[in-house]
């Protein structure tokens, strides 16, 4: 069956099986191995990514039902090849991940959290990630990650006071 | 963990959904998919059709109608969630979504799917049970409708027939200015399956008497099940007699057991919930102004 997907901007042709999940189409036909496959029946949360800018498991959605949406894989975030996102830098300074599976899950939930929460509370951060099993680090870090996130992209999108008068530079 | 081959088609409009479920006995329903999808995975389910009725109009929507919010069954559960006519008027339902699964499942499952699954111990059939919603069906002679006492069999087991389909879900509107809901749920996890949930709404009189009270508790037995506290009605929802009119009403409560707690458990945990719900509508009522601000 013929399906005409949009992944991350742009838009891709499929011959699919109506059975081949959203996940294997990305993985196996896309070869966008960034969605990872855990469970494969919707516990896991691994392969979260985001359709119309929610966070849904691509496990439980048919590759035939996934037409006309936009859909955003976590090879779709980083603003330039070699470059990171601000969350996922976050991640990495925080050391939110160990082994790397739940991770392109929980930075694709918190993405889409920071995208409608300027400031989101801890019990924000826990619900939204809830749906996402961590089996290394434990999710202190991983919370501590999307915190760090939203407070640098609040201070960054928040307009600085312009300077009207130059700064006076004492003379010696 | 792959699902078995099937056929896929997404018909146009809810009458070609209806002929073609009546025309296929090994044809399934599927919209957002979020208990389908695992059935399938694990083959626990073999369709040899999937007829998704995720887009079709006739089932998409949210609107007020003579004392009542008809919600459309391909509503997803998120949305609802968000919805500011359901939070103004079928508040029970505002307070028990943020418990039904996670956010990336919220934004797939819908609320007729839930219904439709008749899981007992899943919040929205519950809150159905609990208000005593109409579940409006499509079927192949147009539509019908059935109260949800009637829809809910057993578990995952309602009186749906062949080439029916859920088409809304019409949650009655209180007409009262001071209304208060509770909602407590016990589980191993947040989102997970409760063991036990209770739900109640209470509508206040200005002097705090209870003018009209629901209590209603999931996972217990085979359905979600309304308990008649209706004696609690002219009180002031004072704790003794809420305990006494719960415990009442839960003394013939028919519960199950199973790997994660017996049927003893289950009543008393019931009991409890009950309790708290109420106390907890009563309190949220109590909070409430009530000056025309519904």
Known sequence: MKVDLRINGVNRVADVEPRKTLLDVLRENFLLNGTHAGCEHGVCGACTVLVDGEPVRSCLMFAVQADGYEITTIEGLAPAPGELSVIQDAFCETHGLQCGYCTPGMILAAHALLQNTLAPTREDIAEAISGNICRCTGYGQIIEAVQFAADRLRVANTPRPILTEKPVVEAK | MKPAPFDYVRPDTL????????????????????????????????????????????????????????????????????????????????????????????????????????????????????????????????????????????????????????????????????????????????????????AAQVALDEEGRCLDVALGVGGVGDRPLRLDVSSLSGTRLDAASIREAVNAASGELDAMSDLHASAAYRRRVAVTLGIRALEAARDNAAANPGKGAR
């Open chain 2, 15 to 198: 009458a070609e959904a209806c002929a073609l479920l009546a025309g296929d006995e090994d044809a399934r329903v599927i919209a957002g998919g979020q208990t389908l999808v695992p059935m399938l995975a694990m083959r626990l389910a073999r369709p040899a059709k999937l007829i998704d009725i995720l887009r079709l109009p006739e089932l998409a929507g949210i609107r007020e109608e003579n004392g009542a919010v008809v919600v459309g069954a391909a509503t997803r559960q998120a949305q609802a969630e968000r919805d500011p006519v359901i939070r103004a008027s079928v508040p029970m339902l505002a307070r028990v979504l943020p418990w039904v699964g996670h956010p990336p499942t919220r934004n797939r499952g819908t609320v007729g799917g839930s219904i439709a699954n008749a899981d007992p111990s899943a919040e929205i059939p519950l809150v159905a049970v609990t208000l005593g919603a109409e579940i409006l069906l499509a079927t192949p002679d147009g539509p019908a409708s059935m109260p949800s006492d009637d829809f809910f069999v057993g578990p995952m087991l309602t009186a749906i027939g062949q080439g029916e389909c859920v088409r809304a879900i019409r949650f009655p509107v209180w007409p009262h200015k001071r209304i208060g809901t509770g909602f407590f749920e016990i589980s191993a996890r947040k989102s997970d399956f409760a063991f036990v949930a209770a």
